[in-house]
């Protein structure tokens, strides 16, 4: 079946520091790949997709993610963390041209130490 | 434009009553997705429309249900509540093509039933 895995529950990171959430998926097929991030209580925020061709892919707020084909993994990338990071991340995928919905990861917890 | 509206935005209800949401989509989006998201079973596909057709559905019971008009709006209804109802419930807009297109999340309607 199709599946998302974010093997990452909750992350603590140091202002400033780097930061990487992994994001794996299931399923021979290469799906079209997201991230999102949510806040307390608000929507999904979409940060970057992945649909073809360069496999790194620049979003907003300053994160990037890299596919990797080898590994059916979608990283997300961010040089310097800042405070107002911390959120909940999700990475998704949507298999085939057609009409398939999003399939999500359990979400990636960040928190931002001082 | 305006982004993806959703109303309302909290909801209190009791067992065994039905509750009606609202989402708007942005302009020019002719599909219309719903997700249940929980804290145990994180985001979960509810259906599809797409011009006012339900185009795809999850795996959830036949209290869960939907419409869309004709402006692309769209409505979710959920009959007899039960307590696991609770959720926080988003509504994605997107052009509904096939291929590269993305999904955009409104703020979430949180229900609680008490």
């Known amino acids: 079946a199709q599946s998302v895995t974010q093997p990452d529950i909750h992350i603590t990171v140091s202002e400033g520091a780097s930061l990487e959430l992994r994001c794996n998926y299931s399923?021979?097929?290469?799906?079209?790949l997201f991230w999102y991030v949510q806040s307390p209580g608000q929507g999904l925020q979409l940060l970057l997709k992945y649909f073809s061709g360069d496999t790194l892919v620049q979003g907003i707020k300053g994160f990037e993610a890299e596919f990797k084909r080898s590994q059916s993994s979608f990283n997300l990338r961010k040089p310097s963390v800042h405070w107002s990071d911390a959120a909940e991340y999700f990475c998704?995928?949507?298999w085939g041209s057609g009409y398939s919905t999003l399939t999500f990861g359990k979400g990636t917890m960040l928190l931002v130490s001082p | 434009k305006a982004g993806v509206t959703q109303t309302p935005r909290y909801l209190i209800k009791t067992r065994g009553q039905q509750v009606t949401l609202s989402c708007s989509p942005i302009s020019g989006h002719r599909s219309v997705s719903w997700y249940q998201q929980t804290p145990g079973q994180g985001l979960q596909f509810l259906f599809e429309y797409f011009s006012e057709t339900q185009r795809n559905k999850g795996n959830f019971p036949g209290r869960f249900s939907g419409r869309q008009f004709s402006n692309s709006r769209s409505e979710m209804n959920v009959s007899t509540l039960e307590l696991g109802d609770s959720a926080l419930y988003l509504c994605?807009?997107?052009?509904?093509?096939?291929?590269?297109?993305?999904?955009?999340f409104g703020q979430g309607t949180r229900l609680t039933v008490v």
């Open positions: 998704a995928a949507r």
């Open positions: 994605a807009s997107s052009l509904g093509d096939r291929g590269q297109t993305e999904a955009f």
């Open positions: 399923y021979g097929a290469t799906p079209y």
